[in-house]
């Protein structure tokens, strides 16, 4: 079974509609993450959590919010979903590994709002 | 300026081929650097992990830094089909034991044909 998963893996939805993403992780860690990844500007971070009491804005937070329900658990809503939110959308958890910091990523939502 | 620039491609090359991937970073806070491989419709995994200026190898795989010019490459020797993928570099301020800012490129869409 995958470490990070993500549900749906794809959605289409119409403007001004709310819809939530799903992300689960039997890896134990505390870090997770979203990001988008759009065509030429590679991954850019929505929010993350250093735990479930500690939730944090990302570069591109706007219009988007966030819940870290349970460690194990951290959810992505568009509120009110506009055209230009179409996007890849990665969950990811971290962990030191002696190197350094690894993130571990979904497999992603694919997300078209029409 | 973005943090980190990378050419997008895509670049396309014959199997057998030596494949060269590159960025520029501004940060000169950055020093751990980090390679991701993103298959199509996949997450992106950890491929290789250096510190400070200097070569790292992994079979195929080559990785450099070069922290006086703030440039680092990847070299893929005798490239497969199997290479095809988007590598992602990532970058980070902290590494071993600490946590810090990781900062992605925008990737590089690499296609190997037989």
């Known amino acids: 079974d995958a470490d990070v998963t993500q549900t749906p893996r794809n959605r289409i939805t119409k403007t001004g509609k709310r819809i939530m993403l799903e992300c689960s992780q039997t890896?134990?860690?505390?870090?997770m993450y979203w990001y988008r990844q759009d065509p030429g500007l590679g991954l850019r971070l929505i929010y993350y959590?250093?735990?479930?009491?500690?939730?944090n804005k990302g570069e591109i937070s706007d219009g988007y919010s966030v819940s870290r329900q349970a460690q194990a658990k951290f959810s992505l809503s568009l509120e009110s979903a506009i055209p230009n939110q179409t996007a890849l959308y990665f969950c990811?958890?971290?962990?030191?590994?002696?190197?350094?910091?690894?993130?571990?990523f979904g497999p992603g939502t694919r997300l078209l709002v029409l | 300026q973005k943090e980190v620039e990378q050419d997008p491609g895509p670049l396309s090359v014959p199997e057998g081929a030596i494949v060269s991937l590159n960025c520029t970073y501004s940060?000169?806070?950055?020093?751990?650097f980090m390679w991701y491989r993103q298959y199509s419709r996949k997450g992106p995994e950890l491929l290789m992990y250096?510190?400070?200026?200097g070569n790292k190898e992994d079979g195929r795989f080559t990785a450099q830094v070069d922290k006086s010019s703030k440039y680092i490459s990847l070299f893929i020797r005798d490239s497969q089909p199997s290479d095809s993928a988007t590598y992602l570099c990532?970058?980070?301020?902290?590494?071993?034991?600490?946590?810090?800012?990781?900062?992605f490129g925008q990737g590089t869409i690499l296609t190997v044909h037989p």
């Open positions: 990811a958890t971290s962990a030191l590994d002696g190197l350094g910091e690894t993130q571990y």
């Open positions: 890896k134990g860690h505390d870090r």
């Open positions: 959590s250093f735990d479930v009491k500690d939730i």
């Open positions: 940060n000169s806070a950055f020093q751990y």
């Open positions: 250096t510190y400070s200026s």
């Open positions: 990532a970058m980070s301020n902290a590494g071993g034991t600490s946590y810090g800012k990781l900062t």
